[in-house]
């Protein structure tokens, strides 16, 4: 749930009241040097007074000093520093232009003059992604300025502590702003700032961030969801607090003196397991959820099993962080439990140090030159090697679109756990294959790799990792990276720390060796796919390029993408044709009817009777929900349908999911051919590629030729865009004894 606001301490006159808000932040942390503080604060709402009467303005409201105040709020919450809160006290209005560095470095020292510095350059973030769209591929500027912001944050963590308590601020305070400039922040916290908050382990920040951005990006699913779990709230509230008495006196039976409390499912997590495992509200297990603290790592485990001795387990509903702990440090058991009244819910436990860590993650043992605190620096130590990871990711891509990706991976828990033969475990993203392995790995093997065995078999090097694997490199001496593998359609690589490092290869190589290679590329892309000749240099001018060998280069040295030079030959060759990808007509599909049974489809149940409510009656497009009647099938409503929100309420086991039939989407038939050396199984391997590809075959002829050995064979397969064409033909090109695969010159 979104965290209500504090208020601040108001005198009778409207004005913060400083003593008050100094016991407060005291209060939080005694260590903390009430005079420093106070000289800070007292310096901000001078120089705010100052340059609001030079330009005969009042702030009301929310002030550079009421802000900064907030930001120091939410820091001492994190336990950090003097010099982190005082920076934060001062840093808006040094932002503002009311105070210079200067006067800061002079007043409060080195330290906090380059904490606001750091922060100030972390803004840079915020301009890339207002002005994404206008951006030129490669600008040195941007790239530059995230650059320093990368660096800033390696330097000293306490500068993107300090920025994610300053966008925290800001997106608390766009309740009433503008829908623009409501979207334009929480798309901006959303992909940055939570899954920086994510990396640096600070679910205390993090959890916020997320259900704030989301309610103002889908306000609608935000609202649905929020109002679930109110109405149901003081009802689950009891059931918890009865769940808590009874494992309480059965804890302290054994001799564990534990903190037990209910924990608080926030919006956005619940909404995001809802579509991950395509769940409805009720289906959500750790809506009820209890969260037990114990001392010792050996009390979670007692505790564990006293819960699995009160409650039936939940099969596959069990985590152990402990022993194997995420990438971000978060260590706990995570278990659901069918309960008292056959209701489901969640337990959590952990040490009171694995709670610490899991809501302040490396601020609670972050640590400085001779502040070196034993036993208490690794996951700290890890964030940081993450962060410099990030950095020598973006020198070597220069891409700032990439930026978001990269901070986003491991967010999601869709991860594969693969060994090395030394057994060593390396965790990648889901679809990975053993070039993204070898790169994680180390880069010259990425480089020289050129095969891979999985479990002692040779397998493709697009083929997809799996848990459990053992992944073995075949590697040559002076092998080189292949431009193949940037290929998307080919399918080598999926992770960006990939194709950094094969990016970066090939920007160190002779701009005529890139020319040349970007443009034999280009040419046999376009070849493949049957575009007529494309006059490259109008093609590089709407790359916005300088000139066509700029565009080879580019290509060559994996700057631009291939499939982005081919979708622009398209448009250039057959501007008249719109939007359609393919020459060809496409056959008009079949138009949707609401209100048929046959539009509907039921979450894991055949054939139902449905009927459109009347209460609401969605339409086509509308997202929807199923309430199973009595005697009269499944009726569809709204989501946000007032009637079975309350139906939902009473009984949400018959709340069932429910979709609109699959839109149709518009297909052109292509003629494809392959020429192949003859082998057995040849048309049934082709045949497993179309059916990989979900492709509809329309006719297919084959000839041998006895006199040479080959075989052609023609298909015509109906393709939804040339993106699927390139991504077919470059699957079949894999296979063995392939020739070449091409689309058809004469397709019509």
């Known amino acids: 749930m979104v965290q209500v606001r504090a208020q601040q301490p108001i005198n009778t006159d409207g004005s913060i009241n400083l003593d008050a808000w100094l016991d407060h932040a005291l209060s939080v942390d005694p260590a903390l040097d009430r005079e420093a503080l106070k000289s800070a604060c007292e310096f901000a709402r001078e120089a705010e007074q100052q340059a609001n009467a030079a330009q005969n303005l009042w702030t009301e409201g929310t002030s550079s000093f009421r802000v900064g105040l907030e930001i120091a709020e939410i820091l001492a919450d994190l336990k950090l520093d003097q010099d982190s809160l005082v920076a934060a006290v001062i840093y808006r209005g040094v932002r503002e232009g009311k105070i210079s560095l200067a006067t800061v470095q002079q007043r409060f020292g080195l330290v906090v003059a380059k904490l606001i510095d750091g922060v100030s350059r972390m803004a840079a973030i915020s301009d890339s992604l207002s002005s994404r769209e206008s951006l030129v591929l490669g600008s040195q500027v941007q790239v530059e300025n995230l650059r320093k912001m990368l660096v800033a944050m ?15 601020c800001a997106i608390r305070a766009i309740k009433n702003a503008p829908d623009e400039k409501r979207q ?205 990871q990030v950095l020598e990711w973006h020198e070597e891509l220069g891409d700032i679109g990439g930026l978001a990706e990269q901070l986003r991976v491991d967010i999601e828990p869709d991860r594969v756990y693969v060994f090395t033969p030394d057994g060593h475990a390396i965790d990648l993203p889901k679809g990975a294959t053993p070039l993204d392995f070898a790169y994680r790995v180390h880069t010259e093997i990425g480089h020289n790799c050129r095969g891979a065995k999985i479990n002692g078999r040779i397998v493709p090097l697009s083929y997809s990792l799996q848990t459990g694997e053992q992944v073995e490199i075949i590697t040559s001496k ?84 291939l499939a982005q030079l081919v979708n622009l030959a398209q448009q250039l060759v057959e501007p008249e044709r719109g939007e359609q990808q393919l020459e060809l007509i496409p056959r008009r599909p079949g138009a949707i009817k609401p209100g048929k049974r046959g539009d509907i489809q039921i979450q894991g149940v055949g054939n139902l009777l449905t009927q459109i409510a009347g209460c609401c009656q969605p339409l086509p497009g509308d997202p929807i929900v199923g309430y199973i009647t009595q005697g009269r099938g499944v009726s569809i409503h709204r989501q946000d349908c007032g009637s079975v929100l309350q139906l939902g309420s009473r009984e949400p086991e018959r709340i069932i999911q429910v979709s609109w039939g699959p839109v149709p989407i518009q297909t052109y038939p ?79």
């Open 154 to 168: 390696v330097d000293d963590v306490r500068v993107a502590l300090i920025k994610l308590a300053e966008r925290t």
């Open 478 to 561: 002076h092998g080189t990276p292949s431009r193949d593998w940037l290929n998307s359609n080919l399918g080598y690589i999926t992770t960006s720390r990939a194709r950094a490092k094969i990016v970066h290869w090939f920007k160190l190589q002779d701009r005529d060796q890139n020319v040349a290679a970007g443009k034999t590329q280009l040419e046999r892309e376009l070849t493949r796919l049957g575009l007529p000749a494309v006059d490259f240099d109008k093609l590089a001018e709407k790359a916005n390029l300088k000139s066509a060998e700029d565009m080879f280069a580019g290509l060559g040295a994996g700057d631009l993408r």
């Open 670 to 748: 292509v003629d494809i051919i392959i020429r192949a050396y003859d082998r057995s199984g040849l048309l049934r391997d082709v045949s497993q590629v179309l059916l990989n590809e979900k492709l509809n075959v329309l006719a297919v002829t084959t000839r041998s030729n006895k006199d040479d050995n080959t075989a052609a064979m023609s298909l015509t397969v109906e393709i939804p865009g040339l993106e699927a064409l390139g991504r077919l033909l470059g699957r079949i090109s894999q296979l063995p004894n392939i020739i070449e695969a091409r689309r058809s010159r004469t397709s019509s």
């Open 184 to 388: 334009r922040v929480a798309r901006e916290v959303a992909d940055i700032y939570a899954p920086l908050a994510h990396r640096l382990g600070i679910g205390h920040i993090k959890w916020e961030l997320e259900d704030l951005s989301f309610r103002y990006l889908e306000p609608e699913k935000y609202k649905q969801i929020a109002t679930l779990l109110h109405e149901r709230r003081l009802d689950r509230e009891q059931y918890i607090n009865e769940v808590m008495d009874h494992l309480r006196s059965e804890l302290t039976a054994t001799g564990i003196k534990a903190d037990i409390s209910g924990r608080a499912k926030h919006i956005y997590s619940i909404w995001r397991k809802m579509q991950r495992k395509g769940l409805a509200f009720s289906q959500i297990y750790d809506v009820r959820a209890v969260r037990v603290l114990v001392p010792a790592v050996r009390d979670c485990y007692t505790a564990l099993g006293i819960v699995h001795s009160l409650w039936r387990h939940i099969p596959k509903e069990f985590d152990d962080y402990i022993a194997n702990p995420k990438e971000n440090g978060y260590r706990s058991l995570h278990t659901a439990v069918l309960g008292p009244d056959g209701k489901v819910f969640e337990v959590q436990i952990r040490t009171s140090d694995m709670h610490e860590e899991a809501e302040l993650g490396v601020c609670a043992h972050w640590r400085y030159k001779g502040t070196d605190v034993k036993g208490k620096s690794d996951h700290y130590e890890e964030k940081i090697s993450w962060l410099r």
